[in-house]
């Protein structure tokens, strides 16, 4: 590989390879009705000068801004990072959003904005101002505030709503998450178990009903009662302890629970034994999201895998699609898939 050489602009590459400025452009913004030959010469130039488009120029060169905005939770990324309890969502996101736009010459921001602040309006509409963005994704909750999304289309941005139901604004991506539930609970009724508790997510957030919606599907498809064993959580540490001794309270109790997240079934694995029961002689856990800490803690937690990066990669392809005028498709789905570990066993007796 060249190194970069100072002074090497898009006219030099143009006349390396012996074609117009316009179709060096083409190249780099990767757009069609280019000829294989032709890329290819573009491209080998390119390669041998050590040329490196910059985004302004690219920015002044046409509409586009080649900038694709993420807005994230605030107050839910801020604790997490400072709990520094091994949640990767941010990570995944970046991984799969910043690999995808720059294969296309884009570049991903990240912003954190509280979805329930006064001020959202003015906040959003400053950050669009400034970076003029060509696309922006929203993850939950923001996915599914009515106000950012009328904000968004008022300025004529595309944008993604990840895990938010797909008869709403803009493209939709979600990672099934009521299948994933499914094969969760289907994994636990396969061992064995007849009473399965669940521990749902916070109502606001649409991919919470969803998973409740395909844990209560495969019960009743194996003939299965889910009375009582549907316990409220709030995503959070303490909600997961609270749930977990309501539901180990009941009579007869669950041999299985499946948690809506992985610190909830963190919370779990710890009141299960303050209870003295094993884990999974006595009790199965189930997580979702498989973030690094489930792989690490005794046992380490059976989990559904949350495919963010690639979910957040597929919500770019879509946003530069749109920004290049291609036609628009129906909602997009990324299903994840269940890692069995140790933290699930067959059902035993609860006496």
């Not at 143009?14 to 032709?38: F, G, H, Y």
């Not at 963005?133 to 009328?150: F, M």
């Not at 895998?305 to 005028?325: F, H, N, S």
């Amino acid at each position: 590989m060249s190194r970069r050489r100072a002074g090497v602009t898009i006219k030099h590459v143009a006349a390396d390879a012996k074609v117009s400025l316009q179709t060096v452009s083409r190249v780099i913004n990767n757009e069609p009705n280019v000829r294989p030959e032709t890329r290819s010469r573009v491209q080998a130039s390119i390669d041998k000068l050590g040329y490196v488009p910059l985004i302004a120029a690219q920015r002044l060169s046409g509409r586009r801004s080649y900038l694709i905005l993420v807005l994230n939770d605030r107050d839910r990324t801020i604790a997490d990072w400072k709990a520094r309890q091994g949640g990767d969502w941010v990570n995944q996101m970046l991984l799969g959003g910043m690999l995808k736009a720059s294969e296309h010459g884009y570049r991903l921001i990240l912003e954190l904005v509280d979805t329930h602040s006064d001020q959202i309006e003015r906040e959003l509409a400053t950050t669009i101002g400034a970076l003029q963005p060509d696309g922006v994704i929203l993850t939950p909750p923001h996915s599914e505030n009515a106000q950012i999304c009328q904000l968004l289309e008022s300025h004529g941005i595309p944008f993604v709503r990840i895990g938010a139901a797909g008869d709403g604004p803009g493209f939709s991506v979600t990672m099934d998450d009521a299948g994933s539930a499914r094969e969760a609970t289907e994994h636990l009724i396969g061992l064995g178990h007849r009473r399965i508790g669940f521990i749902a997510g916070l109502p606001e957030y649409s991919l919470s009903a969803w998973r409740v919606d395909g844990w209560r599907a495969a019960m009743a498809d194996a003939g299965l009662p889910c009375e009582d064993l549907l316990v409220q959580g709030d995503f959070g540490y303490q909600s997961g302890i609270e749930a977990t001794n309501r539901l180990l309270a009941l009579h007869p109790r669950p041999t299985a629970i499946i948690a809506s997240n992985d610190q909830m079934a963190l919370a779990a694995l710890e009141a299960a034994r303050n209870m003295k029961l094993d884990v999974p002689g006595s009790l199965s856990l189930v997580s979702f999201d498989n973030t690094p800490v489930v792989r690490f803690i005794q046992p380490p937690l059976t989990a559904v895998d949350q495919p963010i990066a690639e979910t957040v990669a597929k919500a770019v392809e879509l946003l530069i699609a749109a920004a290049r005028g291609e036609p628009s498709h129906g909602p997009e789905v990324v299903p994840g898939h269940l890692v069995p570990r140790e933290s699930t066993g067959p059902a035993r007796p609860t006496g």
